[in-house]
């Protein structure tokens, strides 16, 4: 099976300006262009022209409309990355029902874990329908077994069982809601997120146009993210769509066991845009380095962007000097910031600026709340540098506010808030969280602390995640990388976070322990001795065994709010190796 092209020859070029998905698709699917579907060898699986996707979405809706399926119904689908996820998720678009798209299990174990996060899943949107892959149609039933009114469940067989009724399909119109969209870190209590036709359309063509990625006839796409996050989502299904391009698809799981195949599709299909968290870089670069093939070309990228988790300078460099000699161009990186609640854009580098950085005074960011520069960049005692994550996407804005609610001048530190047509209406029947971060007249609390140099914005973590000790504000990310910088642990090996035991709050890190039993000691020694140098503030230190591993979220970033609450509940307490100064 060869490849689709990047170009369509039948099909006249149109970057976006649709009002709704399937009217997207349609649009698309008289063109050539189309999706691929990798393993982790680099051999094609599968592929859909975009012309096969909405005569297969047509089957499945006629086939959910055939089986009484309301419009507006809900259906759950475990977001793998395989052509079947299409065949529900647009087939749900044209018959007017709502994919609900959530994570796949994650990790060694967590069977109780992921049927769990699925009850509350299907709970908080109200599924009357829940298919996935295959090998998770056990999972599913067993879930649903709970919920009477979920009357379809299992995998593709189910859907492919269905008779297709002739039927007039009912597609989705730009005031429809188009998807529900789970938000990260929302395993305990989550959010589906409410993404409405018009208010995607608008983050598509704020993301794909001048002051986002520009895209053209010329762009193609290579990705790895998971589709049931809304980088993987947004930025490379629908956003690709959006501009009848090519997609190259390699699921997280090969990804992670073979990172080099991401740059291998890049430079074999000359893609020419492709986006990764930071960790993913640094899995690239640890595990690639050493078998970087000779052919190898980076040349064709033209963004090398980052977003979903807080973007780490030292990583994209390392990343760019390893594939320096492969064509690679720093200047290509575009750091990014986005979350579910906006779709997912809202703030993009400039094209070709690359890395830009911000080195702060550590002190006066705990103590003022203040961004002032260090004296001396290059001590990483008491500096610390933060990445520039550009402007605002064209007809939105974005303010940073202190807690009374007043904006804030340049390097103040205070919280992210940000306007314009992509945010969401609320979370999907939850009108009481939607009022504690949407304002009467619009605006978003993004919940993220931040600040600003003229018209970038800089993130500095989540409030959520903040640290107060005896007055210090500290960032868990700022302990967290002083571990990792002194090479004591593996780069998302540690995780920082605070308790309250009625003295006032405490400092917490939780380390797997990959080392030998009479090693654990001096490992935890180690830890708290650069916590105390670096942040001076002491920290009892908790290992962690390695086949327990440290939880994440469905996005596959740090949950820190979980790893406390393991810590709570217990989970740690035969590991747990307390630090203090008289025994450090």
């Known amino acids: 099976m060869n490849t689709f092209p990047t170009r369509n020859i039948r099909l006249a070029y149109r970057r976006g300006a649709f009002k709704s998905v399937p009217e997207m698709l349609d649009y698309a699917a008289q063109g050539e262009t189309g999706v691929s579907f990798y393993n982790a060898k680099g051999e094609i699986r599968s592929g859909l022209s975009w012309h096969d996707v909405r005569a297969r979405a047509h ?42 798209p959530v994570s796949v299990p994650v990790g060694i174990g967590g069977k109780e874990a992921y049927l769990d996060q699925l009850r509350r899943q299907l709970t908080a949107s109200g599924a009357v329908a829940a298919v996935g892959i295959d090998d998770l149609a056990g999972f599913l039933a067993e879930a649903a077994a709970e919920f009477p009114a979920v009357r379809l469940h299992g995998g593709m067989e189910v859907i492919d069982s269905l008779p297709e009724k002739q039927v007039d399909l009912r597609p989705l119109g730009p005031d429809d809601d188009c998807y529900i969209q789970f938000s990260s870190g929302s395993t305990r209590h989550p959010h589906g997120v409410r993404i409405v036709q018009r208010a995607l359309m608008a983050n598509l063509d704020a993301m794909t146009g001048p002051g986002g990625l520009n895209l053209s006839a010329d762009d193609r796409t290579v990705s790895w993210l998971p589709l049931y996050h809304d980088m993987g989502l947004v930025g490379f299904l629908l956003a690709p769509l959006s501009s009848q391009c090519s997609i190259d698809y390699l699921t997280p799981r090969d990804f992670a066991r073979r990172p080099m195949q991401w740059l291998n599709l890049i430079s074999r299909n000359r893609a020419t845009v492709a986006y990764s968290p930071s960790f993913g870089y640094d899995l690239a670069t640890r595990r690639g380095a050493n078998q970087v093939p000779a052919d190898l070309d980076l040349s064709c990228w033209r963004h090398a962007g980052i977003g979903g988790d807080m973007v780490r300078a030292d990583v994209l460099q390392r990343f760019a000097e390893t594939f320096a000699s492969k064509g690679f161009d720093p200047r290509i990186f575009i750091p990014s910031y986005g979350m579910a609640e906006v779709c997912l854009a809202i703030t993009f580098g400039p094209d070709h600026g690359g ?16 961004a002032r520069p260090a004296s001396d960049p290059n001590d990483l005692l008491r500096a610390r540098r933060f990445v520039l994550c550009g402007r605002v996407v064209p007809g939105h804005r974005l303010e940073v506010r202190d807690p009374s609610g007043k904006i804030v001048s340049d390097r103040e530190v205070g919280r992210i808030f940000v306007s314009g047509p992509s945010i969401m209406p609320g979370y999907f029947n939850d009108p009481e969280a939607s009022a504690e971060v949407l304002s009467a007249d619009g605006w978003l609390d993004t919940g993220d602390l931040g600040y600003t140099l003229g018209d970038d914005i800089v993130v500095t973590g989540r409030a959520k995640d903040l640290i107060i000790v005896n007055g210090r504000n500290i960032w868990p990310q700022d302990i967290e990388w002083t571990i990792e910088a002194r090479r004591i642990v593996k780069t998302d090996d540690c995780a920082a976070f605070s308790v309250d035991d009625g003295g006032g709050e405490r400092v917490v890190v939780a380390v797997l322990a990959r080392v030998a039993p009479d090693q654990k000691a001096d490992l935890a020694r180690d830890v708290a001795g650069a916590v105390r140098e670096a942040i001076a503030v002491d920290c009892e230190v908790v290992l962690v065994p390695p086949t327990m591993g440290l939880p994440t979220t469905s996005s596959g970033k740090l949950s820190r709010a979980r790893v406390r609450a393991n810590y709570l509940a217990g989970r740690y307490a035969e590991d747990a190796a307390p630090s203090n100064p008289a025994t450090a």
């Open 59 to 100: 089957v499945v809706a006629r086939k959910l409309i055939g089986a009484g399926f309301a419009k507006g119904d809900r259906i759950l689908i475990t977001a793998d990355t395989w052509p079947g996820f299409f065949d529900i998720f647009f087939g749900a678009q044209y018959a007017g029902l709502l994919p609900v």
């Open 355 to 370: 890395v830009r950085t911000d080195t702060i005074d550590r002190t006066a960011l705990a103590n003022e709340q203040r």
